[in-house]
């Protein structure tokens, strides 16, 4: 027997998936490290860009004043309420425009036209019809939240497989069962895709919403400290909604393995 | 010709800047202004701290102080507008039906009421607090509201969400144009102050001839800007003789409609100085008010040797 | 309840406008209880057809009838698909409930009637498992308890024991057969093994290459129950052979002119 | 033969799609329909917001003046490179992302944390790195392509089926081809969702872009109009940006149907 | 070239801590231009051995060799998937040029080759469709022509003619081995038809119900090349006795007790 004694080897080893959680919590490090780095070489004014170092001291001082808490506590209300009522109706009309073809010619083409309509350009009206209470800054997150759950849930109904929603037919499910046990579990990737990126626009939006005659919150202490210059107290902010965002993606990460067993074991 | 990048915001208020650029005002001394618009202040003074602009023309807000505090140096070193009796700039507009039910008829009757304006530690609000306890009452007497922009500071008076506003014009007269605004008060006529200055960055500064060189056309600027639209007699403006044109001038970079620009120019300085001592009581109250965490000494922000060069060197 | 089949003809068309012409004026009537095998070469329409009597596909002509339904229940047919189409998000005995949670049933007699299936089609232990976790074999064994669970007037089952080794296969025709004697559905079945045909049904009906013509409907003159003693008796093999006969040439044209 | 003759119905039709162009066209006039009546009867004020048939008035004669097309010509540009890099950047960042473990592992904590930032907090460092003629604009709206592009890219990637990626690989396809000929196309609709979304956002950055030395485009007019209190042509701005949405909208539905013809016969 | 399997052993783990022993300890050498074939009851672990020799996934112990591999290309393989697993986004002749694609070939030489497998699986007039518009027949067959347009030093084919009917399937046994007796590649061939099995073989490996142990390797005692009247050899009824008497046992128990 000529030839070489060769083993076989998994060649689809590098499709495989490692949770590897020290190297997410090293890339964060990392990035705090970078800049520091970059505020200490003095490559950026601090003015721009303070070091994380004295970011953390004023977040200490906020923190022992309870002022941070308290900015935080109104700004989870808002972005928990908003949030919410974006992905929920986000999720239901996506998922109705997405099996109804009448829904879809309708409403597709509104979507289309009023997603590119600036928040700001939108207060005055908020203002009028909504006030200046907690209505309008939950309007502002829910509306952000809405348009990619909506157009996210579509695709995931669009791209249902169609023999499945036949199967359940075929078993004798209408048009409201194939929605709940054919489009919604197919759609759940998509989803929970949107509801990441819904939850990282509620929190970008944070500072448009807290426009509004807000006298606390995240956003506010962003706006604010952007108004006077306090570049510090700025990045506090961001930091937080940093934070808020690296822990909502988390949770909807943990949230997407519960919710999808049969792609994770 | 040396060219100069000036930050200015495409409004009314950049009017002087603007008439010396069409007028060759600056050209005259080899400086050829090279605009750079932008659509809030914040960013004005941003860049001119990153060197992307030599010289910005704004209003004098805490963040100003601020960012030289936090180490980046820039000059303030003319005037740009101020809050002038008998010019009609920034009004109080309350209510129009408390004003007939008689409830808000005087600064005084603020007490307790919600008022509301753009941001806080915005001049708005510093002159707030300057006409309040000129009155005898603090801020902390009546509750501000920031709303950000103009029209949701004006929206949000028309819902009845507060009761009074500090907006410039032509936001005043339109509130009453409408009919559910009555304007209580010009600020101006309460209490003067500086409300915009010209800034000059760390470099420009430094490059001594070509600023006062720059400053001269500015001068020039602001004498032609003050003969044509802000002389008054009895009271009222005196139309000069160039008064069309520096409408006409302002219409042309700001895009807004002329009868709209004609309801006021804001006042400054017939020869681009500024109020020294006011600056340093802005910065008092800012302080106080914990907006800035330090004062900056007087000759560490203010320069106006370039002023007084620039006046010394144009005649009449 | 009789499944009657008039004219019925499919043509799928395209976008791009080519079309495929799948079947031709079918006629056929399949009587109350009984049980039709289907056989005919590949891509000649027998899916086709079991799609359109369970209602999931539009004809492009003709017509299907369903006579002499009683009970009120709509649709009166189960199918097992060829390709399985099980619901991946379901576990197997999520997927065998599917029907009868369509139906109504109650959730214990639901779990009741879906363990007694999977213990028919040997899959004990697997009932939390999700089709991905499962062999090719097993995963066709839950299409089959699936369809069974709901116990349709009509069961239409497509290529149902083609992914099973011989021996699971036997062991399922057999209980398929004793499931029907016992309760007497109209069964349509659709296969590519011609013994097995002639050993599970009544009639046979036999299509044409594409587009599928009904060639001929053979019927099986075997007692019943049938026995696997039965696979050597003359009418068997000779019902074999005539079916056999029918579709060679047919289909060796087939094979040779390609899908043109 | 008791009973009755019941036809078959194809009971799959709730299933099907139709294209409906009419019903398209008529829920956009609809809207606005909808918006002169809502200013005719005074329930907003004209201030702000306009009707529409003035708004058409104010149009016309930004058009003869060749105002518009010169901002339009100013916006494009910049719409165009940024939605380009910014999806560029997205797909391959996301794709990368989604099949390699250890690139999820650094990037996805720093996409999670960097996505809540508001871009006008940025826009001082965009300032500073990037001076303020063009480069800044196109980043402040690539940035904002970049993160829908990301996540569902990702998602994509992720849902791949795993059977087919094997099937790759078992004649011989390496980590490369996989990506093109598997995760590509199995992503393609997710990837088509985040175009989607990228265009609505670029459309909707447009103001925060244009905020900073910019003489000409859609942003500006909607930002200056807005601060000289020019609703009406704060309004013209608006429903640009609306027909660009719908243009976005339409040409990437087409485009959709074309890169992905085997979902579409 | 040689296939040797030593000490294979395959445990699936679940992340509930649920698994399942699909292989035990097959040793097992398939010899240079050996045809083999595989048999045994479903989910016994078939599957799992054909994408482990395809490197698809890691045994759990024990491996797998090639020896005397003389040409370069990796890999030496090529598989035709039980579930098709044909690419939705590529046509026909897209599918069956994939392989091809890999391994560098020409466009021009792969268009040829592809057509000609198009030719030989009876898919003429459909080399431009979709997968997703072909019956479950056509899929398959596309997916065996995908498998033989790479000419692999081993074939590993997972139940390739399942959803084939009786007289196709007959003209494509015939073909696969003329194709074989010509180029005299190593197949590995997975099947859960026993005749079907003696009748292409040079041996057929009998595996057990899960956990998938070795029980016999029955050589086939046939001579080549295989002929349709060899059906009714008294060595291949005699054959496929012996086979069926080894599974048989084996697998009723393996029904009756479920998958405990
Ligand atoms: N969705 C579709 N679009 C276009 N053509 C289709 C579609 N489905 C099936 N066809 C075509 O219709 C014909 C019949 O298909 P069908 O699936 O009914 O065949 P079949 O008899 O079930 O074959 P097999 O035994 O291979 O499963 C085939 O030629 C196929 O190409
Ligand atoms: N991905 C998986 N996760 C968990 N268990 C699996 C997985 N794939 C297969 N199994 C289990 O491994 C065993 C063997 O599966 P395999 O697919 O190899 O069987 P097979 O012999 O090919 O059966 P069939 O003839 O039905 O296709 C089965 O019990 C199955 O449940
Ligand atoms: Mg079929
Ligand atoms: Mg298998």
Sequence with gaps: ?265 | ERKVKVGVLKLTSSAPIFVGVEKGFFKAFGIAPELVFFQAAAPIATALAAGQIEVGATGLTAALYNIVLQGEKLWIVADKGREWPGYPLVGIVVQRELWDKGEIRSVKDLRGKRIGLTTLGSTFHFHLGNILEKEGLKLADLKVIPLQAMPSTVEALKGKQVDAIMVPQPFPGRTEAEGFGKILAWAGDLYAWQIATVFYGKGFAADREKAVDFMKGYVKASRYYHDAVLVQKDGRVVPGRNYDEVVQITAKYTGARPEIIKIGFPYQDRNGRLLVPDIEKQMTWWVEHGFMKRAIPLKEIVDTSFVEAAIQAVKE | MRVVIERLSKTYGDRSGKSVEALQSIDLGVEEEEFLAIVGPSGCGKSTLLNIIAGLLAPSEGGVFFEGLRDGWHPPTAMVFQEFALFPWRTVLGNIEFGLEERGVAAEERHARAMRLVELVGLVGFEERYPNQLSGGMRQRVGIARALAVEPAVLLMDEPFSALDAQTRQLLQVELLAIWERTRKTILYVTHNIQEAVFMADRVAVLSRRPGRLIAIVPVELGRPRREAMLGDARFLHTVDLIWGLIKADAQQALAEGGS
Tied chains: 1, 4.
Excluded: C
Aim: overall charge positive; proline content about 6%.
């Design chain 1, 1 to 265: 027997m000529s030839g070489a004694r060769v083993p076989v080897e998994d060649r689809t080893r590098f499709l495989e998936r490692r949770e590897l959680k020290t190297t997410r919590v090293l890339s964060l490090i990392g990035l705090v490290l970078l800049w520091e780095l970059l505020a200490r070489i003095g490559w950026v004014p601090r003015l721009f860009l303070p070091a994380p170092s004295s970011v953390a001291g004023e977040a200490v001082e906020m923190v022992a004043s309870g002022e941070l808490f308290r900015y935080l506590g109104s700004s989870l209300l808002r972005l928990g309420l908003g949030f919410a009522l974006g992905a929920l109706a986000g999720i239901v009309i996506g998922m109705a425009v997405g099996i109804a073809s009448l829904a879809e010619a309708v409403v597709m083409p509104v979507i289309a036209a009023t997603f590119p309509i600036p928040k700001i350009a939108l207060l005055p009206l908020l203002i009028l019809w909504l006030g200046i209470g907690e209505p309008p800054k939950v309007a502002v997150i829910a509306l952000g939240v809405f348009f990619p759950m909506a157009i996210n849930s579509f695709t995931g109904v669009r791209n249902a497989d169609p023999l499945l929603a036949r199967a359940a037919v075929s078993f004798g499910a209408g048009r409201w069962s194939v929605i709940r046990k054919v489009m919604l579990p197919s759609a759940l990737p998509m989803i929970f895709a949107g509801l990441k990126l819904g939850a990282g626009t509620a929190l970008l939006l944070l500072v448009a919403a807290e426009m509004i005659g807000a006298e606390s919150g995240i956003g506010f202490l962003i706006l604010h400290a952007q108004n006077i210059m306090e570049t510090t107290k700025l990045m506090v902010g961001i930091v937080v909604l940093s934070l808020l965002g690296i822990l909502s993606h988390w949770v909807l990460t943990r949230l997407e393995r519960l919710a999808i067993p049969w792609k994770h074991n």
